[in-house]
């Protein structure tokens, strides 16, 4: 059920001490005025096994004073930070009344076992003031919470700030959410009171989060779908923030697999988007991506390569000293992307990306050419993309063996997109068919990808150890350098071992995706039959 009233929010994690300098700030002194302050108790309720969370809704019952106001919501972690369906209504009573929820998205779930089942879980108890910023046909709440998410053992603090827009132009949200952050350190938060309420109860701690495909459909527009892909790939990249902070690997490679995932998209969506804003935001994009790199190239080669190898060549001091040379290296590297994470500049990064996907020029262009792009039915835009980054790599392919390293480094970005391209638009081809196709497709791209990728890595590594042999180190003596470069060496050997394996498996991955039948099948029009028209009377 899609056809509920729509959220419209945009969430700023602040710290405390924070939210006092922004009321005193001179740019809001004016403007928050006639504060309105509530004390909101919400109980949320579920099953012990999360069925309304795992179908993707939540429930709760929340106390003002001695009202209650019962609410549902849609949850998609692809997109509802900005964007998702919410039925609310007054009810009596503590407890859900689940005789008034038919019309909302629960009440086609809602059958006599589920009703049995549900319980409270967790509970949020915030202090709220709000303010209403109202002007130029727009009416947007600012909202200021501040309290605790409360489970039975166990509670984390709240201290956010919500922009609701009510009425108006979204990109009005955006507008004071970067004036706040030009006076504290605000960042765009895409987790809910809820999600985090749910990671309370589950004990899960501060973790990588993997990619969301959001569920597209045939029949909508090409501009939609571009905003709904943005917001899965932000919620991606801003989640992971977290963890990456606290040098978690994975969470990293999680914010790279994000950023190509985001450029990915901009690359799809090009001849839609483009406006004079797209230009600042992949330089943007570049820039974080090459603060990452250093980081994430350095834990694939300690512990894909050197520490094998130091497994195989126990009593191998050079191999011991190049290992320890790179751990230095690795943790200059992380620095380097923590540093990037909580800089002003990442933070400005998120919001001007975000805007831009929500509310960017493009989306607003009156040009009839972008228009007609724009508001496309995704299938057609889909179906074009598909076919014609198909047919590059099947004729690039066509020779793996014989292109040259710069030429497979290509090949491997062309795969790369194309996967992520099959991958955004799977839901929006139904069918077995289209589904056995589609998975036939993916699967061929992911090896011929990883193959290539490996290639990629390998050319790389071999060029970064022929430095080492080449150039003696300063500080270390002849006896250590001639071990580092004989340690250089055997990794070259190793390196240069699996060039063959690959392009034989990248051979193989190429002539299955060849070979693959396309999913994206659009539906053949019907033909017409015109009928002869009889002779008329003047003829005869």
């Known amino acids: 059920m899609d056809s509920g009233p729509k959220e419209i929010e945009l969430k700023l994690r602040v710290a405390p001490e924070d939210i006092a300098a922004l009321r005193n700030h001179p740019h809001f002194a004016d403007a928050l005025h006639d504060p309105t302050h509530e004390t909101l108790d919400s109980v ?20 003002i004073g001695d009202k209650r106001v019962q609410t ?11 964007e998702r369906l919410e039925w609310e209504q007054a009810i009596e009573g503590d407890q859900p009344d689940l005789t008034r929820v038919m019309d909302t998205a629960l009440g086609p779930i809602l059958t006599d076992d589920v009703r049995n089942t549900l319980k409270p879980v967790f509970e949020t108890r915030i202090e709220r003031t709000a303010y209403h910023l109202n002007g130029n046909d727009n009416d947007i709440v600012m909202a200021v919470d501040e309290g605790q998410i409360v489970a039975t053992d166990s509670s984390c603090p709240v201290s956010e700030i919500e922009l609701e827009l009510k009425h108006g132009n979204p990109a ?8 706040i952050s030009d006076i504290v350190p605000a960042q765009l938060d895409v987790k809910s009171k809820s999600e985090r309420g749910y990671d309370l109860i589950e004990k899960t701690p501060v973790a990588a989060e993997k990619a969301c495909n959001p569920e597209l459909s045939a029949g909508m527009s090409t501009g939609r779908a571009f905003t709904m892909i943005g917001r899965a790939c932000l919620r991606q990249l801003v989640a992971n923030e977290p963890a990456t902070i606290r040098r978690d690997a994975e969470a990293l490679h999680q914010m790279r697999v994000a950023l190509r995932r985001l450029r990915a998209t901009i690359s799809l969506f090009s001849d839609v988007v483009s406006d004079d804003r797209i230009d600042t935001i992949k330089t943007e994009l570049r820039w974080l ?58 933070r400005t990064l998120v919001l001007d990306t975000a805007e ?47 292109l040259s390293p710069e030429q ?4 491997r970005i062309q795969v790369k997109k194309a996967r992520y391209a099959a991958e955004f638009f799977s839901s929006v081809y139904q069918g077995k068919k289209a589904t056995k196709r589609c998975k ?98 003047g003829n005869q």
């Open 172 to 179: 009005e949200l955006f507008k004071i959410a970067r004036a």
């Open 44 to 63: 949320y309720f579920d099953s012990d096994d999360r069925f309304l969370r795992d179908h993707g809704l939540t429930l709760r019952v929340r106390h």
């Open 440 to 537: 036939k497709v993916l699967s061929s791209l992911m090896q011929l990808q990883n193959c290539l990728g490996g290639f990629n890595d390998i050319m790389t590594r071999k060029a970064l150890f022929a430095e080492i042999v080449a150039n003696p180190r300063r500080g270390l003596t002849a006896e250590q350098n001639h071990r580092r470069a004989y340690a250089a060496g055997l990794i070259i050997g190793d390196q240069q071992a699996q060039i063959q394996q690959l392009l034989d498996r990248a051979r193989k991955a190429h002539s299955r995706f060849d070979r693959a039948k396309v999913f994206w099948m659009l539906p053949r029009p019907r033909s017409v039959v015109v009928q002869p028209l009889p002779p008329s009377a």
């Open 356 to 402: 831009w996907v929500e509310a960017g020029p493009w989306s607003m262009s009156e040009d009839p050419l972008m228009r007609a792009r724009r508001e496309m039915p995704i299938e057609m835009h889909a179906a074009e993309q598909l076919s014609r980054r198909r047919k590059r790599i099947r004729r690039r392919g066509a020779k793996i063996g014989d």
């Open 289 to 346: 991506a090459r603060e990452f790199g250093p980081a994430r190239d350095l834990d694939t080669l300690l512990i894909e390569v050197l520490k094998p190898l130091r497994k195989q060549h126990a009593n191998e001091p050079g191999l011991v000293s190049i290992s320890k040379m790179f751990a230095r290296e690795r943790l200059k590297g992380y620095r380097r992307a923590q540093e990037a994470v909580q800089s002003a500049r990442f």
């Open 408 to 411: 497979l480094h290509r090949l």
């Open 72 to 82: 549902i919501k849609t949850t998609n972690k692809g997109s509802d930070w900005f």
